[in-house]
């Protein structure tokens, strides 16, 4: 990941928590495309190097989510997480999504097992401790298979 993009990504996990945390509270709740493909498109711009004002576009669109997703489904909206905090299993976590979201960006995304699995990866960056984190990359190479086949 670009240093300055840091927090972008950290927006990104922020956005994930909130998700996560809405889906686990509200009972049949499937977040719409529309928060898949933002964090997408952020994921995707994580190893870009991208002018001030678009960086600034893409934490807008990100943060806007966060705090609507928070008000619509009335779970806490997450802060932007410290990514110059993490290391080991969380940075490779982070890979793995970064290249899932390469794979999953070309295609029509209507996947809500992938949708999910990428919001409970960037959740488990956020949270305490490695073993979710562990769990998501060990469950990578399914979301990768089904990837290639939308």
């Not at 943060?63 to 489904?73: G, P």
Request: charged content about 20%; overall charge negative; aromatic content about 2%.
């Amino acid at each position: 990941m670009n240093a300055q993009n840091a927090q972008l990504a950290g927006a990104l996990v922020g956005l994930g928590a909130t998700i996560t945390q809405a889906m686990d509270e509200i009972e049949d709740f499937v977040p719409c495309g529309h928060p898949a493909s933002v964090i997408i498109d952020g994921l995707s711009a994580l190893d870009r190097t991208l002018s001030d004002e678009q960086r600034a576009e893409q934490m807008s669109t990100v943060t806007d989510m966060i705090d609507h997703v928070s008000e619509k489904r009335g779970v806490p909206a997450h802060s932007i997480a410290d990514m110059l905090k993490i290391g080991g299993v969380k940075s490779q976590l982070l890979g793995e999504l970064q290249n899932v979201a390469a794979a999953v960006k070309e295609k029509t995304n209507e996947n809500q097992n992938v949708n999910s699995w990428i919001y409970r990866s960037l959740a488990a960056i956020e949270h305490t401790g490695t073993l979710e984190a562990a769990e998501r990359i060990a469950e990578s190479q399914v979301i990768k298979a089904q990837v290639s086949t939308l």
